[in-house]
Nanobody, 127 residues
Framework: EVQLVESGGGLVQAGGSLRLSCAASGFTFDDYAIGWFRQAPGKEREGVSCISSSDGSTYYADSVKGRFTISSDNAKNTVYLKMNSLKPEDTAVYYC????????????????????WGQGTQVTVSS
């Protein structure tokens, strides 16, 4: 059974940091790309960042470049999203997702590309 389990969300003040984790199981991790997405109340789900497990290539949405860092620990089948300089507009439910093969920046905007999704973790940034 494929599982993606997010953790690490919480409440933080503006300017603070959080590290999200996405633990994957049930598929060959090295063959997949992992992405982070977020959805704020009343808004569409949007891509935040993604990484190809095979070669470590990474992509970021413009809104988080320079503040967020995605990384992968293939030995632990886990992808992390380190979020620094958090802003109130970063408040959302954060989801991780996986698709087979290498990813691209464009894949962050195409939800149907992603085969598996986690349940999400809430991130709230207070002003």
């Amino acid at each position: 059974e494929v599982q993606l389990v997010e953790s690490g969300g919480g409440l933080v003040q503006a300017g603070g940091s959080l590290r999200l984790s996405c633990a994957a199981s049930g598929f060959t991790f090295d063959d997949y790309a992992i992405g982070w997405f977020r959805q704020a109340p009343g808004k569409e789900r949007e891509g935040v960042s993604c990484i190809s497990s095979s070669d470590g290539s990474t992509y970021y949405a413009d809104s988080v470049k320079g503040r967020f860092t995605i990384s992968s620990d293939n030995a632990k089948n886990t992808v992390y999203l380190k979020m620094n300089s958090l802003k109130p507009e970063d408040t959302a439910v954060y989801y991780c997702a996986a698709h087979r093969g290498r990813t691209t920046a464009q894949a962050m905007g195409v939800m149907w590309v992603w085969d598996y999704w986690g349940q999400g973790t809430q991130v709230t940034v207070s002003s």
